[in-house]
């Protein structure tokens, strides 16, 4: 039996290089964004929670 992850990768061998690039590149600058996000809301979220 296929399971879809094989069908998954042989999609994915299919993708031009530079559609991967761009891809990686767009999680990555996502991924920085979400940390930026996370550094400035989790101070308030650890105070709220933590202090007694």
Do not use: Q
Request: proline fraction near 6%; charged fraction near 30%; avoid cysteine.
């Amino acid at each position: 039996m296929i399971g879809p992850n094989s069908i998954f990768w042989e999609t994915d061998l299919k993708i031009p290089i530079d559609r991967a690039k761009y891809m990686y590149s767009r999680s990555l600058m996502r991924h920085e964004l979400a940390l930026k996000f996370y550094k400035k809301i989790l101070p308030k979220i650890r105070t709220r929670n933590f202090v007694e």
